[in-house]
């Protein structure tokens, strides 16, 4: 157990339908991540979070994508207007206590737009 | 941009023998961080193994350790006396020293599918 909780674990939509995504660090720490993955392929970074704040955003998060972590705790990610090609794994992760400060991924969250 | 290359799509290796799987980064930076993570099939990421780029000493857990060549900016992974369950997706990683604000994110090669032969 990660320590890292996602919800759904799979939802499947149409395109053109809205989508969120909640991830729960179940122990709170600062820093929150939102990674994307398709299909044999690494993840790729979408935001960061440190704390409540977004520091930073990746150009793949156009501007249908929207992501908040309220209190800094719990965090969602929102897709606006689904398009097929969003379909892919969405991981959230939390960085450890440890110095090296690695990641810890939750179990992802598979989004099938038909 | 930092950027991680995994030049090997696909590995196999016998159960009980050993297989090193690479990885080369590339970076402007003197101070980082490297990981080896696994992704078993339908199951969550986890972490194999991690080394400190200001630490000469390869990492080693348990079966599995690194190779890690700085000048080179190659970071191997070496598996020994491989069992079944080490068959999965392994993904090497890059991220530099936590900063304030922005580039604290963490690079991902492509990854390279093990396969564990009985």
């Known amino acids: 157990d990660t320590g890292v909780s996602q919800d759904p674990r799979h939802k499947i939509t149409k395109r053109g339908q809205n989508v969120t995504f909640r991830c729960d660090p179940i122990?709170?720490?600062?820093?929150l991540y939102w990674y994307r993955q398709t299909l044999g392929q690494g993840p790729e970074f979408l935001t960061y979070?440190?704390?409540?704040?977004?520091?930073?955003k990746s150009r793949l998060l156009s501007d249908r994508f929207s992501a908040e972590r309220p209190k800094g705790s719990f965090s969602t990610l929102e897709i606006q207007r689904t398009e097929q090609g969003d379909s892919a794994m969405y991981l959230c992760?939390?960085?450890?206590?440890?110095?090296?400060?690695?990641?810890?991924f939750g179990e992802g969250s598979r989004l099938t737009v038909l | 941009a930092q950027t991680v290359t995994q030049s090997q799509p696909e590995m196999s290796v016998q159960e009980a023998e050993t297989v090193t799987l690479s990885c080369t980064y590339d970076?402007?930076?003197?101070?980082?961080?490297l990981f080896w993570y696994k992704q078993p099939p339908s199951r969550q990421m986890i972490l194999v193994i991690r080394?400190?780029?200001?630490?000469?000493q390869n990492a080693t857990e348990n079966r599995f350790s690194v190779n890690f060549q700085k000048a080179a900016k190659s970071f191997s992974l070496k598996i020994s006396d491989s069992q079944l369950g080490d068959a999965a997706m392994y993904f090497c990683?890059?991220?530099?020293?936590?900063?304030?604000?922005?580039?604290?994110?963490?690079?991902f090669g492509t990854g390279t599918s093990l396969t564990v032969i009985p």
């Open positions: 979070f440190q704390n409540e704040a977004q520091l930073e």
């Open positions: 990683a890059y991220r530099r020293v936590f900063r304030a604000n922005t580039g604290n994110q963490f690079y």
């Open positions: 970076t402007s930076e003197s101070d980082y961080y």
């Open positions: 080394q400190e780029a200001y630490k000469q």
């Open positions: 992760a939390k960085t450890g206590g440890a110095l090296t400060g690695e990641l810890f």
């Open positions: 122990s709170e720490h600062n820093r």
